[in-house]
């Protein structure tokens, strides 16, 4: 499963980076929502 893993990579990305991808996964969200409306 490439999503387990990268979920994996993710957690061990985020306790590094202090949790930077979330901010980056939370953008990409807002512009999907945009795009969608």
């Known amino acids: 499963m490439v999503t387990a893993w990268r979920m994996r990579v993710l ?4 306790r590094k980076a202090g949790g930077l991808h979330k901010w ?5 969200f807002r512009k999907v929502a945009q795009g969608l409306q």
């Open 11 to 14: 957690r061990e990305s985020g």
């Open 24 to 28: 980056l996964i939370v953008g990409l």
